[in-house]
Nanobody, 127 residues
Framework: QVQLVESGGASVQAGGSLLLSCQAS????????VAWFRQAPGQEREGVVV???????RYADSVKGRFAISQDNAKNTVYLQMHSLKPEDTAMYYC?????????????????????WGQGTEVTVSS
């Protein structure tokens, strides 16, 4: 089974950029459907972006055009590049993975589908 470790979270000012990393170990990340979720204090966990095993992507409307997911199978790592950050992007960001196939519509909306999670990395955006 895969283990996931996120990194790259930081405190930045609005308009700034961050690159989050999700380092996988124990198995090839290319075998999995991967997602980034985020959770702000007092809020439910929210899907940010999912990537399928075929490389297809689906983004939450709130991050379209600002965030980009990428995957480097040689490094066994998935990245989340975030630009034009807003205070409402402040949250703990989690990487998640699962072997099962569902539509991207379902995968981005259903955190309970994912069996494997990292510990999270914190992003704070100040105005």
């Amino acid at each position: 089974q895969v283990q996931l470790v996120e990194s790259g979270g930081a405190s930045v000012q609005a308009g700034g950029s961050l690159l989050l990393s999700c380092q996988a170990s124990g198995d090839a990340i290319s075998n999995y459907y991967v997602a980034w979720f985020r959770q702000a204090p007092g809020q439910e966990r929210e899907g940010v972006v999912v990537i399928g095993r075929d490389g297809s992507e689906r983004y939450a409307d709130s991050v379209k055009g600002r965030f980009a997911i990428s995957q480097d199978n040689a490094k066994n790592t998935v990245y989340l590049q975030m630009h034009s950050l807003k205070p409402e992007d402040t949250a703990m960001y989690y990487c998640a993975a699962d072997l099962r196939s569902f539509s991207s519509y379902v995968r981005i909306r259903t955190p309970d589908l994912y069996n494997y999670w990292g510990q999270g990395t914190e992003v704070t955006v100040s105005s």
